[in-house]
């Protein structure tokens, strides 16, 4: 074990053991730390009282006539206390998140259509729909979610960092130990490959002339479909993701 | 007039990517906006269907942020957070909420290491003022004594006895002859520099000023030498110490002068009167012998790095001798002892008419050499030694 992660792991142990001492040297030393973390995950200060609730549970308040039981038991000392404590914190975060994300009204049907030229939302009502380009649609993302199938599980992982979370190339980096320069050529790399897989599978699979192929590109880019997540959570444009910066993490829990 | 055609892209179409560019910048064709929306849909359609639990825990999560997972470990979350929206949203809070590090910095910009880059510089500088002799030649502004100084020669092996600073005048004569010191005489010959050993500036302005000491020194020997030359035989004691120079006649100096002149320069006079140990030098300063105490010598053919000796036959300390080449050394002493050698390992006894103490030698070859006895008197071999003249007029 790290002689770092030791200490932290004995300083836990008189934590959790209620030595006061101990209890003041980490909150001098680890507050400001776990602060800074509720603000990087929210900017506006929301997460500052999950520390504060941290606080209390690694403190360990008994509760009616039990015995004081410290979060900081399940710390084992793989990894540093600061990092354990962010680990924590995060996990609450994205908690909560995921529980209001669940509890809050999907839109119905026309809400997730764009806004028109006069501000109201275009329907479909009136357009008769066009079924070449809805097969067309859902041959793409069947395609897709095969070829999505067939990748490999770091590749997917980055896929999902970058197109979901909505990481920078250098925080994709540092989730996947990589360089950003190599996280750039494995997205551009595994992008061509999938655009590729579709395309074999649209053509050999689905038997479609190459012309075929380019009307399902073309529909899928003039709808990108219910199944998009982001015009269902109502923070995505029509825009490619690849077109935003930055985002909060919090938009695709 | 032709069509052109169209320029071709450029052979590597690969985008280098810099810091902190946040998102992938590529050109992309028709298909690939539609690939980036249906990607990110699906990716997320993907994530969200999966959840059969299993999610990292955070001692786990800790452990992959300070990547202390092993390979195992590591490959296992990958796996379960690669289609785990969840995790996949714990390990970018992960990412987000990491402090920011230290900018890094190149090793030799630690603190801990800056002390390196004086030392190593004030090391090289060292080994190269050790290692490399300066071969630079100084310019003395002293007229009289420039064509011999210009040559920075190194200090001749001086006799331990006779340290320039006390000896007197003839052993100043003898450490200096005419034209300065061997090596300079040599160096001049050559027509090249000799440089000192590694010493500096001010040592060697410190040699120099000795050097001329030395050489004005050895025109009053040289007038002394001729002022014991031009007196008549007065059948002094052996052994007797030469008449000091007092104040020689104009005369006496120009026939100083003139012997001294007449003196072939790979043929030099060495005179240590009193000296236990003398040095004789020859016209290649690789060689040179060491007269020791009982009449033996010791020859070296490196410059004086390894001795060897070698025995004369002689009983009595010689004192001075002339090799106008390595291979020929003519060697005298008291009582009339005159050798020769012409391989410079090998000595024969020469016979000398006079029994009287001989102080120095010249000499041009095997066959020719001149020698001053201690009372003045002059005498002149042609023939190796069979047969002896006093110089006329002498």
């Known amino acids: 074990m790290n002689a770092s992660y030791a200490r932290d792991l004995e300083l836990a142990r008189q934590c959790a053991a209620g030595e006061e001492p101990a209890w003041e040297r980490f909150v001098l030393e680890y507050r400001p730390l776990l602060y800074r973390a509720a603000d990087a995950l929210d900017a506006s200060g929301g997460a500052r009282d999950l520390a504060d609730s941290l606080y209390a549970d690694l403190y360990g308040m008994p509760e009616s006539g039990s015995e004081r039981r410290s979060l900081f038991r399940y710390f084992q000392g793989r990894s540093s206390l600061a990092t354990w404590l962010r680990a924590v914190l995060a996990q609450r975060y994205v908690d909560r998140l995921r529980a209001q994300k669940r509890l809050e009204p999907l839109p119905d049907e026309d809400s997730a259509l764009p806004l028109g030229h006069q501000g109201r939302r275009e329907t479909r009502a009136g357009d008769p729909p066009d079924p070449d380009r809805v097969r067309h649609v859902g041959l793409l993302r069947e395609a897709l979610g095969r070829a999505i199938d067939r990748l490999d599980t770091r590749d997917r992982l980055r896929l999902g960092s970058y197109y979901v979370q909505d990481l920078t190339l250098a925080e994709t980096g540092r989730l996947m130990k990589e360089h950003e320069a190599t996280v750039s050529r494995q997205l551009a790399r595994t992008r061509r490959d999938l655009r590729k897989d579709v395309e074999r599978q649209l053509r050999e699979d689905a038997g479609l002339s190459e012309a075929q192929v380019a009307e399902c590109f073309e529909s899928a880019s003039e709808d990108a479909g219910p199944l998009d997540l982001r015009l269902m959570l109502g923070d995505g444009g029509p825009e490619a993701p690849a077109a935003r910066k930055k985002s909060a993490p919090d938009r695709s829990v | ?394």
């Open chain 2, 1 to 394: 007039m032709g069509v052109r055609k169209p320029l071709r892209p450029a052979r590597n179409r690969r985008r280098i990517v810099l810091y902190d560019e946040p998102r992938v910048k590529e050109i992309k064709t028709d298909r690939d906006v539609p690939m980036d929306r249906l990607l990110a849909a699906a990716l997320n359609a993907r994530a969200g269907s999966a959840t059969d639990g299993g999610c990292l825990d955070a001692e786990t999560l800790a452990a992959w942020a300070d990547e202390a997972l092993d390979a195992r470990e590591r490959a296992s979350a990958e796996a379960h957070a690669a289609d785990c929206a969840r995790c996949q949203a714990l390990l970018a809070a992960m990412v987000k909420t990491r402090p920011p590090a230290a900018e890094a910095r190149s090793w030799w910009r630690v603190p801990a290491f800056g002390w390196l880059i004086p030392v190593t510089v004030a090391a090289t500088a060292l080994v190269i003022w050790i290692a490399v002799p300066n071969r630079v030649p100084v310019q003395i502004s002293d007229g009289g004594a420039q064509a011999v100084d210009q040559v920075t020669a190194p200090q001749a092996p001086a006799p331990r006895s006779a340290p320039l600073e006390s000896a007197p005048l003839e052993d100043a004569k003898a450490q200096t002859p005419p034209g300065g010191s061997p090596q300079s005489q040599v160096a001049k010959e050559l027509g090249r520099s000799v440089a000192p050993p590694s010493v500096d500036l001010r040592e060697r302005r410190k040699e120099e000023a000795l050097e001329k000491d030395a050489f004005r020194a050895e025109g009053a020997a040289a007038k002394a030498l001729s002022e014991a030359v031009s007196v008549a035989p007065a059948a002094p004691s052996a052994g007797a110490a030469p008449a000091p120079a007092r104040e020689p006649a104009p005369s006496q100096s120009a026939d100083a002068n003139t012997m001294r002149a007449a003196a072939p320069a790979s043929a030099r006079v060495s005179a240590f009167a009193n000296a236990p140990e003398a040095l004789v030098v020859s016209s290649n300063p690789s060689t040179r012998f060491r007269l020791l105490r009982g009449g033996n010598v010791q020859r070296s053919a490196d410059a004086g790095a390894t001795w060897r000796t070698e025995t004369t036959g002689a009983t009595d300390t010689l004192t001075a001798g002339a090799s106008p080449s390595p291979s020929v050394c003519w060697l005298i002493g008291p009582s009339g002892t005159v050798l020769l050698s012409t391989d410079g390992r090998s000595w024969r006894r020469v016979a000398f008419p006079e029994t009287v103490d001989l102080r120095s030698v010249a000499a041009t070859d095997h066959e020719n050499a001149t020698v001053t006895a201690a009372d003045g008197r002059v005498f002149v071999t042609t023939d190796g030694g069979r047969t002896w003249s006093r110089t006329p007029g002498l």
